[in-house]
């Protein structure tokens, strides 16, 4: 795992937090809560990818 994807998972997470803000003081507490939810299946998606390169790698490394 690279130190730029935790910059990455930190600048998604960074970003989330103040557009939820901005749209919960606004008032839209359905669209803030809907953008949460992307931005945590975003991060999923690149943590996912992440283990399956994991395990990959064992698998080779282990010859299974």
Do not use: P
Request: hydrophobic share 60%; net charge negative; proline share 0%.
């Amino acid at each position: 795992m690279d130190v730029d994807m935790i910059f990455k998972i930190a600048a998604i997470g960074i970003i989330v937090a103040v557009l939820n803000q901005l749209l919960v003081r606004s008032g839209r507490e359905e669209q803030a809560m809907l953008m949460t939810l992307a931005g945590l299946i975003v991060v999923l998606s690149m943590v996912v990818t992440q283990i399956s390169e994991l395990f990959a790698t064992i698998k080779n490394l282990f010859g299974l």
